[in-house]
């Protein structure tokens, strides 16, 4: 929020700056950002843009050295949030984590402080502290989708599987990869013991595919009561499937019925990534 002190001149000239900026006329914008600053040098949210329109121009250097001087007039939340990131993006997480609890000292419930706060402990596979700040996200933002997914990836790892669906239950209308919320709802179901939900959901995940249409009826056939009966010998049919495709990348028909066939003997990690093998190769 800008300070009632800041004198109408130069408010005026910020307003313009940011009307250029918004067309997307950065170096014109910049100008006018300069000149706010000239009219009052103690203008923060000024020198903060000029910061913001630097980073975006690649000019890096420049952007950490207008946000320093941000800094100097006053510690801002934002003005520090921004400097983190730049730290964070050439991944010097010690130095980015450091201006992010200085943002948190200015606003605890700072939503983007709290998040990238949440992203150097992910980073450093430190998932208790990534835990603690990704929840302060959501207690501000319920729906905040990044904070959601990193969350559940957390929980499943643990082996948490009930606080994973709640996670991506939450967010379950805003995704943006409904493959990835199929996948994780349908491994976490069949760890849960809910063996019909688990094939229904992975078989939502591979829908992407063309030639799902060929494997639908018999995927929803196999269900928790009839898998042994469908399947046979489960060891037997696992290593003729594994020799068959020993060498080569499996056809979409091998890859989705040894997944399966993992995911009823019990190893859903092979399972899971033999899925994520086939959804690289789909995309590729």
Not at 47 to 72: C, V
Not at 216 to 229: G, V
Request: glycine share 6%; with cysteine; net charge neutral.
């Amino acid at each position: 929020m800008m300070s009632n002190s800041v004198p109408k001149e130069a408010v005026a000239i910020y307003n313009r700056a940011l009307e250029l900026s918004n067309k997307g006329k950065l170096n014109d914008a910049l100008l006018e950002y300069r000149r706010a600053v000239e009219t009052y040098p103690s203008f923060i949210e000024a020198l903060n843009n000029i910061g913001e329109i630097q980073s975006r121009l690649g000019n890096r250097d420049l952007a950490i050295t207008a946000y320093i001087d941000a800094l100097k007039i006053g510690k801002n939340s934002k003005v520090l949030l921004n400097i983190g990131v730049e730290h964070y993006n050439l991944k010097d997480y010690e130095k980015a984590l450091k201006y992010f609890m200085e943002s948190l000292e200015c606003e605890p419930d700072f939503i983007e402080g709290n998040f990238y706060t949440g992203m150097v402990y992910y980073n450093r596979k430190d998932f208790s502290g990534a835990e603690l700040h990704l929840l302060n996200v959501i207690k501000v933002d319920k729906k905040h989708l990044k904070a959601n997914y990193l969350l559940s990836h957390i929980y499943y790892e643990r082996k948490d599987y009930a606080k994973t669906i709640a996670c991506l239950e939450t967010i379950w209308d805003i995704a943006d990869d409904k493959t990835f919320i199929n996948k994780y709802y349908g491994f976490c179901c069949y760890y849960l013991g809910r063996y019909d939900e688990a094939v229904g959901y992975l078989t939502r995940a591979l829908k992407a595919n063309p030639e799902y249409s060929k494997f639908r009826k018999y995927l929803a056939s196999i269900t928790y009561e009839a898998r042994m009966k469908e399947i046979g010998n489960l060891d037997k049919a696992i290593k003729s499937l594994e020799s068959e495709i020993m060498g080569g990348d499996p056809n979409f028909t091998q890859a989705t019925r040894l997944s399966m066939l993992y995911i009823f003997k019990g190893e859903p990690m092979k399972a899971e990534e033999l899925l994520v093998s086939l959804k690289q190769k789909m995309a590729s």
